[in-house]
């Protein structure tokens, strides 16, 4: 299980607007904060350690080169963070021409006693879970991977997806309720069974 801590949107940009003044210990805790949960979401979709490396490194490196060009980030560092390295994974599969296995158990945060959602799934069975994760599209899997694995809003999700907001709402809506769907099919089979 994958533990997310974000900077709250505030200090985030807080923290944009000192990098982008020339703040180097700015730079450094946006890295610091940051390079964990790029690093994670880029090794579900790369499935390869030393290449989520590489990635997550060129991510930065990307931040840092932008910070004083136009295409620096200006409302949402997180967001334009997880897009930088949703393209960078996009051209790595170019390349590489296949799609990546996902252990399904890393996409979520770390157990909380609070989290509703952590509990739900704790309750699962994580086969069954897994089972029905494959056969939702790739842009489902990516839009719950993004909004509950990672945490992210449904805002950052669309700009990362390069979709509307209401295009995510709906596929979110979709995926769940695949979800759902598949995993009620699987216990009424094991009812049976």
């Known amino acids: 299980m994958i533990l997310l801590v974000l900077p709250d ?3 985030e940009d807080a923290l944009l607007t000192a990098a982008r003044q020339g703040q180097e210990a700015a730079v450094m805790q946006i890295y610091e904060s940051y390079f964990p949960p790029i690093y994670e979401y880029i090794r579900l979709r790369v499935n390869d ?3 989520a490396e590489d990635l997550t490194s060129e991510v930065f490196f990307k931040f840092v080169k932008s910070l004083r060009g136009p ?7 997180r967001g334009w963070l997880f897009k930088v390295a949703r393209n ?10 296949q799609q990546p296995e996902i252990e399904l158990e890393e996409w979520f ?3 909380s006693d609070q989290d509703p959602e952590v509990i739900f799934l704790q309750n699962l069975n994580s086969k069954a879970i897994y089972e029905a994760m494959r056969r939702l599209t790739a842009e489902q899997q990516e839009v719950l991977v993004l909004r509950f694995g990672q945490q992210l ?6 700009d990362i997806m390069g979709k509307s907001i209401g295009a995510i709402k709906t596929m979110q809506f979709r995926a769940v309720e695949s979800m ?5 099919a699987g216990r009424k089979e ?3 069974g």
């Open 109 to 111: 945060a770390a157990p």
């Open 180 to 184: 759902r769907r598949l995993l009620n």
């Open 153 to 158: 809003s449904l805002e950052e999700t669309a």
């Open 71 to 77: 295409n620096a980030p200006r409302h949402s560092l």
């Open 190 to 192: 094991e009812s049976y």
């Open 88 to 97: 960078l994974i996009a051209t790595h599969h170019v390349k590489l021409k």
């Open 49 to 51: 350690r030393h290449e």
């Open 9 to 11: 949107i505030p200090e």
